[in-house]
């Protein structure tokens, strides 16, 4: 598993010199057009969302019929942001899938998804598991071998986000197109009707935006100005210890 | 090294053109297939495009709305807008539309206007469909009303039509393209969940598209053209509404 172990002492320019960087170009490329792309789509999901901010069971809903959750914000119609947030939403929507195509287009065949992404057998034991759960909890910052690979938790919320709720969310979407679901009616039906799929649709974002929350607090956590650096010009994973 | 860099110029500079001109073919292709929406310009022009073609190639399939039963159609059915308050419209309405005609006019064969009655002694079309609002809510009812093929099939529309405008009592004008104007569900509907259309909901005839957002089926009808281009109508882009951030198709 572990092919280059560095030393806790290991400076950036000995990193870079052993060559093989912590995240390979597309990972790093396709993990900025998804942070931009995901920034984006929040907020231009709001903005659509704020246009009626309540969440209905079925095939309709509307005000004047039972809702299944009213939303505590307030209904904002005619702020010139819901139109601008359409467009948007549609143009961050092509971005982020063109940007998913091409990183499991290239994540498959290199081996990424398997590799790095895909919890390995070993990890499933109670004590890595556990042992996990005790240095999150300590605070404890990670180790050099932790940086150079991911540990259990991290595998299984990246593999939850990759291979669950970025795909469903995209799905809840087409479903609630009348254009798609008029050619594949099952999209929308399996959900219970188009109100289901958008209820759906909102409760995947809120998952999303948890994990993203958790990211960017764990990143801190970890070491901000390494971790961003690895994850911009691929090395500099190791943090310089203070001498 | 003026050799080198005047052939590396050279190459680029017919990289360039080749790439350009692929571009350029593709665009008319897809144009000369119907993939290329009314409001295809600018940054949000791009991502129209992708949506207006992928889902224009997937309507190639057999493509029909889910239709729904009786017992399903919603207890409400809420509207934006009220009725149109100015002189004609009113006036109209006060002698139950006897007065009222639809005009054809454009790329037809034989332009002319229909009475209300006329428009309901042509074969009509009922059906339970869903209709969504882009801000979010929805609701299922039964639209009654003359299959839009039908009344162009009447005018005779030229081969090389493209669009059909439509033009409201309210001021607003939209179009749709030849795939949704032809497509079974596109009905100018004179009733609603009963005998007539209710007045808030359009009276005395509405359009009702089945694959797009509600915001496409106009109300308050008072002339279709049909045109090859849609650039000559209004801002160009198609629809009044597409200023203001609603996309000129709206199948999402």
């Known amino acids: 598993m572990a092919q280059v172990v560095p030393v806790p002492r290991l400076s950036v320019e000995t990193s870079h010199a052993v060559g093989r960087p912590r995240h390979s170009a597309v990972v790093r490329i396709t993990h900025w057009f998804t942070a931009v792309s995901f920034v984006v789509l929040l907020a231009s999901g709001i903005a659509i969302l704020l246009a009626h901010p309540r969440l209905y069971w079925g095939e309709t809903g509307a005000v004047g019929s039972p809702s299944l959750i009213d939303l505590p914000l307030p209904f904002v119609l005619d702020v010139p942001i819901r139109g601008p947030g359409r467009y948007l939403h549609f143009l961050f929507a092509w971005v982020s899938v063109f940007t998913g195509l091409v990183y499991v287009a290239i994540g498959i065949p290199s081996r990424h998804l398997r590799t790095n992404l895909l919890p390995a057998r070993g990890d499933f034991t109670v004590r890595a598991i556990r042992r996990v759960i005790e240095n999150h909890l300590l605070f404890k910052r990670p180790t050099a071998e932790d940086l150079t690979t991911y540990n259990v938790l991290q595998r299984l919320s990246y593999s939850t986000v990759v291979f669950v709720l970025a795909p469903l969310?995209?799905?809840?979407?087409?479903?609630?197109?009348?254009?798609?679901?008029?050619?594949?009616?099952?999209?929308?039906?399996?959900?219970?009707?188009?109100?289901?799929?958008?209820?759906?649709?909102?409760?995947?974002?809120?998952?999303?935006?948890?994990?993203?929350?958790?990211?960017?607090?764990?990143?801190?956590?970890?070491?901000?100005?390494?971790?961003?650096?690895?994850?911009?010009?691929?090395?500099?994973?190791?943090?310089?210890?203070?001498? | 090294?003026?050799?080198?860099?005047?052939?590396?110029?050279?190459?680029?500079?017919?990289?360039?053109?080749?790439?350009?001109?692929?571009?350029?073919?593709?665009?008319?292709?897809?144009?000369?297939?119907?993939?290329?929406?009314?409001?295809?310009?600018?940054?949000?022009?791009?991502?129209?495009?992708?949506?207006?073609?992928?889902?224009?190639?997937?309507?190639?399939?057999?493509?029909?709305?889910?239709?729904?039963?009786?017992?399903?159609?919603?207890?409400?059915?809420?509207?934006?807008?009220?009725?149109?308050?100015?002189?004609?419209?009113?006036?109209?309405?006060?002698?139950?539309?006897?007065?009222?005609?639809?005009?054809?006019?454009?790329?037809?064969?034989?332009?002319?206007?229909?009475?209300?009655?006329?428009?309901?002694?042509?074969?009509?079309?009922?059906?339970?469909?869903?209709?969504?609002?882009e801000e979010g809510w929805s609701f299922i009812a039964e639209w009654t009303g003359v299959p839009l093929s039908f009344v162009l099939d009447r005018v005779g529309i030229h081969d090389n039509a493209k669009y059909i405008f439509f033009f409201t009592f309210d001021g607003w004008w939209d179009s749709i393209d030849m795939d949704d104007a032809l497509h079974p569900q596109t009905v100018l509907a004179y009733a609603m969940n009963g005998p007539e259309m209710p007045l808030d909901h359009g009276a005395p005839l509405r359009l009702k598209l089945s694959r797009q957002l509600g915001y496409k089926s106009l109300k308050y009808l008072t002339k279709i053209t049909v045109t090859d281009s849609a650039k000559s109508i209004g801002d160009g882009l198609g629809s009044s509404a597409v200023g203001a951030g609603y996309s000129w198709y709206a199948g999402i």
């Open chain 1, 169 to 243: 969310i995209l799905w809840t979407g087409l479903a609630m197109s009348p254009a798609v679901t008029s050619v594949f009616p099952v999209l929308v039906t399996v959900f219970g009707g188009q109100q289901s799929a958008r209820t759906i649709h909102f409760f995947l974002a809120c998952a999303l935006m948890l994990f993203f929350m958790v990211h960017v607090a764990l990143v801190c956590q970890s070491g901000f100005r390494s971790r961003m650096r690895a994850m911009i010009t691929g090395h500099g994973g190791v943090r310089k210890e203070p001498s």
């Open chain 2, 1 to 133: 090294m003026t050799r080198h860099l005047s052939r590396r110029t050279l190459i680029k500079a017919g990289l360039g053109v080749a790439a350009g001109g692929a571009l350029g073919g593709t665009v008319r292709l897809a144009d000369r297939c119907g993939l290329i929406p009314a409001n295809h310009r600018g940054i949000y022009g791009l991502s129209e495009t992708l949506t207006y073609a992928g889902q224009r190639l997937l309507t190639k399939l057999p493509s029909m709305a889910r239709e729904f039963d009786r017992s399903q159609i919603s207890a409400v059915s809420p509207v934006n807008g009220k009725a149109p308050t100015t002189e004609p419209y009113q006036r109209l309405l006060g002698g139950r539309f006897a007065d009222w005609r639809l005009t054809i006019d454009g790329m037809v064969e034989r332009p002319g206007s229909f009475s209300l009655d006329e428009l309901k002694s042509f074969p009509s079309r009922s059906q339970i469909t869903h209709q969504a609002c």
